[in-house]
């Protein structure tokens, strides 16, 4: 890693570290949004461990400070969702652009960044592609189960259909790989057949 990665892993650590909601893993509180970025990271490095600054940057900073956008601000449906989705993005774009800046990164490589945090052209760009594949898989393997308890079975089917149907081949063979609760697998198999 260089320098300035390093530097701005930290910055987006700091502003994370900030997330009022607070979640327990393995018997340590740690800040939501602090630990879904380590998560991203992680599982980013694992799949694709040759993976570019910009895209390292872009995973980190998914969900930069997403407690500030409150989705109850927000219609309750489908474009109320979708609304808050792409506010949602157009923040983390532009404060993981502020940190970029203040270590040295140039314009152009924060225009990548910001282009793949919009997740754009998935299915077209390889490391959109990438992205997309590591929320996928950092859902199932850290936020499934807690997704399922809060909705119907047929719910649940539907939207790994679309998930998984957002998915490359290498993000499916991982999400394959992944040890889920017997539910949850059960509830995968469901959908892919």
């Known amino acids: 890693m260089t320098k300035n990665l390093d530097t701005a892993i930290v910055l987006m650590d700091e502003q994370n570290a900030n997330d009022p909601n607070k979640t327990i893993f393995e018997g340590t ?60 993005k157009k923040m983390h774009s532009a404060l993981a652009g502020e940190i970029l800046k203040q270590v040295g990164y140039d314009s152009t490589f924060i225009a990548r960044v910001s282009f793949l945090i919009h997740k754009k052209q998935l ?7 990438q992205l997309e594949d590591v929320v996928c898989l950092v859902f199932l393997k850290y936020y499934f189960d807690e997704f399922i308890a809060k909705h119907t079975d047929e719910k649940i089917i539907d939207i790994v259909k679309k998930t998984w149907g ?20 059960s509830l995968v198999k469901k959908a892919l057949v």
């Open 123 to 129: 299915k077209k760009d390889e490391e959109t592609q």
């Open 29 to 88: 509180v740690y800040p939501k949004e602090l630990l879904y970025a380590q998560r991203m990271t992680h599982q980013l490095l694992a799949i694709y461990p040759n993976a570019s600054e910009e895209l390292q940057l872009a995973v980190r900073a998914q969900h930069i400070c997403r407690w500030k956008i409150d989705r109850k601000e927000y219609a309750m449906n489908r474009t109320g969702y979708f609304l808050w989705r792409n506010d949602l």
């Open 166 to 185: 957002k998915m490359s081949v290498r993000g499916q063979e991982a999400a394959l790989r992944l040890k889920l609760s017997k539910q949850g697998s």
